[in-house]
């Protein structure tokens, strides 16, 4: 799928959801008021802070980007574990 996903880090509500737009798509946030300091962070890399005034760009970049596995990885299987996907309720220690 050729697409862009704009995924909130943190979301506090179950309204917050992510965007996905058209892969060519070019996204581009102005920044009007400053009653909160944005901040913008990239593949959960570098924080950088916005002021009034800024704009932000974002786009695909062109070139794509291959991952590896270890043999029989198995994604939703990590997810289950971690996350505690069909678990009976039961089965969870409380303290």
Not at 11 to 40: Q, Y
Not at 77 to 90: P, Y
Request: charged residues 20%; proline residues 7%.
């Amino acid at each position: 799928m050729d697409a862009i996903a704009l995924v909130p880090m943190h979301p506090h509500t179950l309204s917050s959801r992510p965007i996905v737009v058209g892969g060519h798509s070019e996204i581009k946030l102005l920044i009007r008021e400053n009653r909160v300091l944005p901040m913008v962070s990239a593949d959960g890399q570098h924080s950088v802070s916005l002021n009034v005034g800024d704009s932000l760009h974002i786009r695909k970049h062109p070139f794509k980007l291959n991952l590896l596995h270890p043999p029989g990885y198995d994604f939703y299987m990590s997810c289950r574990t971690k996350l505690g996907w069909n678990q009976d309720f039961d089965s969870f220690q409380q303290d």
